[in-house]
């Protein structure tokens, strides 16, 4: 069989397969004898697969092409159409002359690879590069004016979040410290004395412990109570104000 | 070999080096001896002063190296893209406004009044020389406070703080008071 | 400006480039007209050829470079590492040429005038340097579009993309290629 010559060559796809088939058989491009060459063309992939190369999915995608253009020049054709317009081969002819020019156009550049390099290039030289600063350009005093006007003019529109509107999404609620304060005081008023860890009873939450806490600091600050230890237990005594009432609370905003 | 051959290599060689390369290099490579190549390398380095060229040949020890001539400088660096710094952002005029007519102010104080925030605008700030630390807030965490500098004045050819224009203070306070009170609410 | 100055300019900054420099800069950095600058490079350039001198004004598309004379290669090559590579496959330069002429175009369109994958070449020119993407053509999924590079005008020792011989002229010898193939079928 002559197909031996086939497998010392490697192909660089199925087009140049094809061209290769078409220079072989010394027919024209232009006029491709589709039965031959296709059985030629299925004949070397059978032999690749034969010789355990690998058929790359292109390969087979024009096999099938050119069986789908040998059984189209088999069915007789009807009326009177220019033979050209119908022939089945125009578009593969016109993908293997383009394919053909490149083909050559590679030899150039295979060539000329290595025509420039005996030509040295040297690297670019360190220069420093100008700064051109235009940060404080053409700024003036009214610049600022304007930006505190813009910002007031925005902050008309940034109403506050409505807090209920996070509830259930953020589950925090917000304890007064000056509530918790009024609670212990009351205790504080008609027990006159309390335990330190008392305070903390029915407590639920972290946000109502530490509220409570700051409630105790703000009270000793306000000299309303006296802290004392022994035993290892901390007790909270009531010191009366000789003015008493409201006054009290007259620090709390601190 | 004849000396225009041999200045051509010299040129070749000196070029594609880039560095300084030294006379017995030179020596080396084109295979004269060094009295020769010294008086062949001194002429040509003449000839491309005395034709103002825009290369010249400098000695550098015992050594010669190719380089720009330097009156040509100007022109050299244009090819370096400069490097551009664009006016300040309507952000960071903000930021700078706010520092001016509120100083001496927080980070947070700044952010809250704008309701962003304006870190970035800060740095630059204080990379320009316009702001600077004065201090720290006797505050939890100690916030660093901001003020103007004397750049500052300087660049808005003002005698001091108080020739800043007089904004509407209700306008400004309003804000400062709302945002605090709402502070306040958030520790509560 | 005299016209030894200006030659003392683009000397200057050629050489301080290192690198190709666009006509357009060029004319930017001397403020003389394009057709006025080209002609004084065009007579600088060829004065450099015609005394031999060992450093060249090469053309690299639409810009210029200084580079060695390629007949002090022996003598550069003593001081500076040529860049050696191994020959390009015939796939690789089968894409090149698509490139090369082609440009700008995508993977598609090479893929689709070989008639086979061209990924790994594409791979290969890219890490090469000898073609880089060039943009995105304005069509579904924003294909890449690949174009040559000055490397590549370089390397193959090209002016300008313009001066590639027409792609039309690789066909003209079909008969004569036919005959010769069909000798080696028949020496196989």
Do not use: W
Not at chain 1, 203 to 212: D, I, L, N, Q, Y
């Amino acid at each position: 069989m002559k197909q031996i010559s086939f497998k010392l060559q490697i192909f660089e796809g199925p087009l140049d397969l094809l061209l290769h088939l078409i220079n072989k058989n010394k027919v024209s491009i232009y006029d491709i004898p589709i039965s031959e060459i296709t059985e030629q063309y299925i004949d070397y992939i059978a032999e690749m697969k034969h010789f355990d190369i690998e058929v790359s999915s292109e390969f087979l995608v024009l096999a099938a092409h050119l069986l789908y253009i040998k059984s189209k020049m088999l069915l007789p054709k009807y009326g009177d159409a220019p033979e050209d317009e119908d022939d089945p081969r125009t578009e593969l002819t016109q993908r293997l002359v383009e394919y053909k020019k490149f083909k050559k156009a590679a030899q150039f550049f295979c060539e000329r690879e290595f025509a420039g390099s005996r030509t040295f290039y040297k690297m670019r030289e360190y220069i420093e590069p100008v700064l051109i600063d235009e940060s404080l350009s053409n700024i003036t005093i009214g610049h600022l004016v304007s930006a505190i006007y813009d910002i007031s003019e925005r902050i008309k529109y940034r109403r506050p979040v409505n807090a209920e509107r996070f509830k259930g999404i953020v589950g925090r609620e917000v304890v007064s410290v000056f509530s918790k304060l009024k609670n212990v005081l009351k205790k504080l008023k008609t027990l006159k004395k309390i335990n330190f860890i008392d305070i903390f009873r029915n407590v639920k939450t972290k946000t109502e412990a530490v509220a409570s806490f700051l409630a105790v600091l703000e009270l000793i600050k306000m000299n309303a109570v006296k802290v004392s230890q022994n035993n290892g237990e901390t007790q909270l005594k009531y010191i009366k104000k000789r003015k008493g009432g409201s006054g009290i609370f007259g620090n709390t905003k601190d | 070999m004849e000396i225009q051959k041999i200045e051509g290599i010299i040129e070749a060689v000196l070029f594609a080096a880039g560095d300084a390369v030294s006379v017995d290099k030179l020596c080396e490579i084109t295979r004269i001896d060094r009295p020769t190549l010294l008086s062949i390398i001194t002429r040509l380095s003449d000839s491309y002063s005395y034709n103002k060229r825009g290369i010249k040949i400098v000695k550098v020890g015992d050594k010669y190296q190719m380089a720009t001539r330097g009156e040509f400088f100007e022109y050299v660096q244009k090819i370096a893209e400069p490097i551009k710094r664009n006016p300040l952002s309507r952000a960071t005029l903000e930021v700078l406004a706010v520092i001016a007519y509120k100083q001496p102010v927080t980070r947070a104080t700044i952010e809250r009044i704008r309701g962003v925030n304006s870190d970035n605008s800060v740095s630059r700030l204080l990379e320009l020389g316009l702001i600077e630390e004065t201090g720290r807030l006797d505050a939890p965490g100690r916030p660093v406070l901001f003020g103007t500098t004397d750049e500052f004045l300087r660049c808005f050819a003002i005698d001091s703080i108080s020739d800043l224009p007089p904004i509407d203070e209700f306008v400004i306070d309003e804000i400062i008071d709302t945002s605090s009170e709402g502070a306040q609410q958030t520790i509560e």
